[in-house]
């Protein structure tokens, strides 16, 4: 089955700086998935890859997926406090619900 | 108004006691899941449905069961709930084929 490992599990960062996050796949990715949660609530989707060295932005934040698809990396430039909360990654793997990552808990202090 | 509502919002229970939990959705979706979220442990698949006739166990369906009452309608009920069913839980639908999952707000239930 495959598997998704979110690195790194949390990050604190101060607010005007820019982070990474990564996801790694255990198989080749069919379409990659990033969502966002706050504290408690519901997942938000952010965006989908598909192919391999695609790359999308939504506001301050980008998430590529390497040339073999088996990792994507999200960045977000200059970071707010609005952009703190979880961070998941989800796979498609075929016909197949998705495959969550652990997600990885972003804080953003002043 | 939300695209995917889930009720109750807040649950508390005690052991024992059967419950259920309802997710409806206006997006027209055919595909419907139940995961359930665990400090640490990420999003787990409990059920899921490709359309109103079709019922799949997920990775964590030991204790649960589901009813798909309709294409907009999905329910999780706990027969006789136990502590370590205390999690957030989250319904999701999809559109065949694209697979980007819509959840609705969360259930947070608590088995004393």
């Known amino acids: 089955s495959q598997e998704l490992e979110q690195s790194p599990q949390s990050l604190i960062v101060q607010e005007g700086k820019n982070l990474t996050i990564n996801c790694t796949s255990s198989?080749?990715?069919?379409?990659l998935y990033w969502y966002k949660q706050k504290y408690g609530e519901g997942l938000i989707f952010l965006m989908m890859?598909?192919?391999?060295?695609e790359e999308k932005s939504h506001e301050k934040i980008t998430a590529k997926l390497d040339e073999k698809k088996q990792q994507s990396s999200l960045h977000i430039t200059a970071s707010q406090p609005s952009h703190a909360g979880i961070y998941l990654c989800?796979?498609?793997?075929?016909?197949?619900?998705?495959?969550f990552g652990k997600g990885t808990r972003l804080s953003v202090i002043a | 108004d939300a695209d995917v509502t889930q009720t109750p919002r807040n649950r508390i229970t005690k052991t024992g006691k059967r419950i259920m939990l309802e997710c409806s959705q206006t997006?027209?979706?055919?595909?419907m899941y139940w995961y359930r979220q665990d400090p640490g442990l990420g999003l787990r698949l409990i059920y899921y449905?490709?359309?109103?006739?079709?019922?799949n166990k997920g990775e964590i369906s030991d204790g649960y069961s589901v009813s798909r009452q309709a294409q907009a309608k999905f329910s999780l009920s706990l027969e006789s709930a136990i502590p370590n069913q205390t999690a957030l839980y989250f319904c999701?639908?999809?559109?065949?084929?694209?697979?980007?999952?819509?959840f609705g707000p969360g259930t947070r239930l608590l088995v004393l």
């Open positions: 449905s490709f359309d109103v006739k079709d019922i």
């Open positions: 999701a639908t999809s559109d065949s084929p694209i697979q980007t999952q819509y």
């Open positions: 198989k080749t990715l069919y379409g």
């Open positions: 989800g796979a498609d793997s075929g016909n197949t619900p998705l495959v």
């Open positions: 890859l598909q192919k391999g060295g």
């Open positions: 997006k027209g979706h055919d595909r």
